[in-house]
T-cell receptor, first 111, second 114 residues
Framework: QKEVEQNSGPLSVPEGAIASLNCTYSDRGSQSFFWYRQYSGKSPELIMFIYSNGDKEDGRFTAQLNKASQYVSLLIRDSQPSDSATYLCAVGLVGANNLFFGTGTRLTVIP | DGGITQSPKYLFRKEGQNVTLSCEQNLNHDAMYWYRQDPGQGLRLIYYSQIVNDFQKGDIAEGYSVSREKKESFPLTVTSAQKNPTAFYLC?????????????FGSGTRLTVV
């Protein structure tokens, strides 16, 4: 079983704060990691991907990967109410033909 | 603009009826996928296809069927054998099958049994 675990939340942060979303995975063969944002009733959209250990920044978003500890996180700086959504973590494994998704963390940014 | 088009947006199925969900992409992606999303359960893989005329079962294929006669199209049929089909269905595509590429999702079809 390829497990991708996320805290379902809800995670509430005040506007302007840093939101930290975490994801752990069970398979050490995991080699690619994706964060999707899904607004209520809508489909997921890709916001970040990371392949190597360390940090990757894109605007207000930073993805952090630690393969030794088998976790990947997403930081959202200067959180805005428009960031309120469910964030899905997805993992790609060597030899697999599809991504494996966590159940998502619901984030609420309070104005 | 390139993207994935799913239709219809909402679909109602009567008991014992087969229904087909459409998925078309103009991204020139090789791989296409069908997922089902239920509240609190995340995305579950139904079927996927890496090339034309070939497709593979995912984790919950029972009661579903697909075809891939064209690169652009990957329709999903929900048969009467699927006893609990009410869910949000998502079609996705990627440049190729494999772990290194993220997905582009369609806007989804919400299926309800009436």
């Amino acid at each position: 079983q390829k497990e991708v675990e996320q805290n379902s939340g809800p995670l509430s942060v005040p506007e302007g704060a840093i939101a930290s979303l975490n994801c752990t995975y069970s398979d050490r063969g995991s080699q690619s990691f994706f964060w999707y944002r899904q607004y209520s009733g809508k489909s997921p959209e890709l916001i970040m991907f990371i392949y190597s250990n360390g940090d990757k920044e894109d605007g207000r978003f930073t993805a952090q990967l630690n393969k030794a500890s088998q976790y990947v996180s997403l930081l959202i700086r200067d959180s805005q109410p428009s960031d309120s959504a469910t964030y899905l973590c997805a993992v790609g494994l060597v030899g697999a033909n599809n991504l494996f998704f966590g159940t998502g963390t619901r984030l609420t940014v309070i104005p | 603009d390139g993207g994935i088009t799913q239709s219809p947006k909402y679909l109602f199925r009567k008991e014992g009826q087969n229904v087909t969900l459409s998925c078309e992409q103009n991204l020139n992606h090789d791989a296409m996928y069908w997922y089902r999303q239920d509240p609190g359960q995340g995305l579950r893989l139904i079927y996927y296809s890496q090339i034309v005329n070939d497709f593979q079962k995912g984790d919950i294929a029972e009661g579903y069927s697909v075809s891939r006669e064209k690169k652009e199209s990957f329709p999903l049929t929900v048969t009467s054998a699927q006893k609990n089909p009410t869910a949000f269905y998502l079609c996705a595509s990627s440049i190729s099958g494999g772990p290194d590429y993220g997905y582009t999702f369609g806007s989804g079809t919400r299926l309800t049994v009436v």
